[in-house]
């Protein structure tokens, strides 16, 4: 079975920097879209970010130009680095991808991280 595990997460103040990682373990014959999700107390689990397997990126309006996500795919790893973070962004962070897990017939499953927690404090 296939498992992701984040790491990363702490307590920052309003402005700082972190750099969350996720490494997938198992059965995987490749790795296509791997992403970047949040969720706060009381609220509903956004998407923060995704990059493709060809490297193209998305992200959210409220991270853009704060957040870069990048993946290095010989590690099966993806990376979140958060700058100028602001209290809204304290969440536990979960880490997902899509990874192929059978060739013929081709098949790709979700897998999900348990989280990390990210605090930022004012």
Known sequence: QVQLVESGGGLVQAGGSLR???AASGIILGIN???WYRQAPGKQR???ALITNGGSTNYADS???RFTISRDN????VYLQMNNLKPE????????????????PMR???YWGKGTLVTVSS
Not at 74 to 77: G, L, M, Q, R, S
Not at 89 to 104: F, K, P, S
Request: aromatic share 6%; glycine share 6%.
């Open 74 to 77: 010989a590690k099966n790893t």
């Open 108 to 110: 790709s499953d979700d």
């Open 63 to 65: 991270v853009k130009g």
């Open 89 to 104: 962004d304290t969440a536990v962070y979960y880490c997902n991808a899509q990874i192929v897990v059978r060739m013929i």
């Open 33 to 35: 879209t791997m992403g």
């Open 20 to 22: 969350l990682s996720c």
């Open 46 to 48: 956004e998407l923060v």
